[in-house]
C-alpha cells in the first residue's frame, strides 16, 4: 500500500513520472509538476489512449486540433491516442499532482 | 471533461458505482460510500484485476487471505483477480471517494 500524495522531493528541476501500477494492457502513473510545461513546439503524440485526471494544484492542456481545457482539482479528460496535446501551463505556486492511466 | 468530487446525490441509500471511462481491457469508476460496507459474509471474488485509490473519507478493506489495509486519503492498494475482499468499514460521518480502475 502506498499513498499519491507523499514522498514528492524538495528540489524538482524536471517534472516528476512515476509508475504506481503495470498491469496487462494498462499503466497507472503519478505526475507531479511544479510549474513545468511541455517544450516549446513540442507536442505529445503517444501510441495508447491516456485518462488523466488532477488531483492537486492546475494546469492547461492544449490539444492540436481541439479546444484546451484548464484541469482543476478532481477535473479528468480523455485522451485518445495519437490526439496531439501539450501542457500549456501548470501552476507555479503549488505542486499539480495528476493521475495517470495509459491504456 | 468532468469532476471526480461533484455530481453526489444528497440521498445515497446505496454506496454509488458510476463508470468513467470504459477502454480497451480497462475500466475506470468512482465509487461513493457513505457509511457502505459489504454484505456480510460476501466477498468480492472479481475477474480481473482491480486498482483502487482512495481520495476522500476512510476506508477498511479486508481480505480472504492477507492483511487487512486502511485507506486514507491518498492511499492506494491493487487487488490481483480473485483475491477475495471486502469492504469492512467506510466512515460514517463524511463521503468515501474511490477511483477504481479494473483491468
Request: proline share 4%; net charge negative.
Amino acid at each position: 500500500m502506498n499513498n499519491l500524495f507523499t514522498g514528492i522531493p524538495e528540489n524538482l528541476p524536471q517534472e516528476l513520472f512515476q509508475c504506481l501500477m503495470e498491469g496487462e494492457g494498462v499503466r497507472i502513473e503519478r505526475i507531479v509538476s511544479r510549474g513545468h510545461v511541455t517544450a516549446p513546439n513540442e507536442w505529445y503524440d503517444q501510441k495508447r489512449s491516456e485518462w488523466v485526471l488532477v488531483l492537486r494544484g492546475r494546469a492547461l492542456i492544449t490539444f492540436a486540433e481541439k479546444a484546451s481545457v484548464t484541469l482543476e482539482e478532481g477535473d479528468y479528460v480523455n485522451i485518445a491516442a495519437h490526439e496531439r496535446h501539450r501542457v500549456e501551463w501548470t501552476s507555479p505556486d503549488e505542486d499539480t499532482i495528476w493521475l495517470a492511466v495509459h491504456y
